[in-house]
């Protein structure tokens, strides 16, 4: 199994002559964590270590590259080129109105409540139209028949 995500990131503390508890650090993880993510194993478990999207946005933050490049290392989404041009998944918001669009059309969270678009903030409507987004790439990819 490829561990693109692992190599990644082994390659990148290399770069920057970090140890691993260095660059744990650095990314605000665990060096446990970290040393998992490289090998891309859970020694305990034998199986294969799969981040959650908050693991993945606080290391794309930390090292200063976009989600997409994270999601698209881990193998959550396609490489930008291989994206099927009939998708409706916008790749980014150029306004708060398309982001309230996008996300009242999505009829799992349009009809979940828990949030007032009337008292949201726009950059706070945006980060919530690109995390459904981000995690309809992910559901996507992860039911693609």
Avoid: C, W
């Avoid at 744990?24 to 305990?44: A, F, M, Q, V």
């Avoid at 916008?90 to 828990?114: R, S, W």
């Avoid at 919530?128 to 992860?142: F, G, S, Y």
């Amino acid at each position: 199994m490829d561990n693109k995500l692992g190599e990644f990131l082994r390659k990148e503390r290399k770069k920057k002559n970090m140890s691993l508890r260095d660059f744990s650090e650095y990314l605000g993880i665990s060096h446990t964590y970290l040393n998992k993510l490289e090998n891309g194993i859970d020694p305990r478990t034998s199986k294969p270590v799969s981040p959650t999207i908050e693991t993945l946005k606080q290391i794309s933050n930390a090292m200063n590259i976009s989600l997409d490049t994270l999601l698209q290392i881990s193998g959550y989404i396609p490489e930008k080129n291989n994206y099927d041009s009939n998708s409706n998944i916008p790749e980014y918001f150029e306004t708060p109105q398309d982001a309230i669009k996008f996300i009242l059309e999505q009829p799992m969270i349009a009809n979940f409540g828990g949030y007032d678009l009337e008292l949201m903030e726009d950059d706070e409507i945006m980060d919530m139209a690109e995390d459904v987004a981000d995690m309809l790439r992910i559901m996507a990819k992860k039911h693609k028949k």
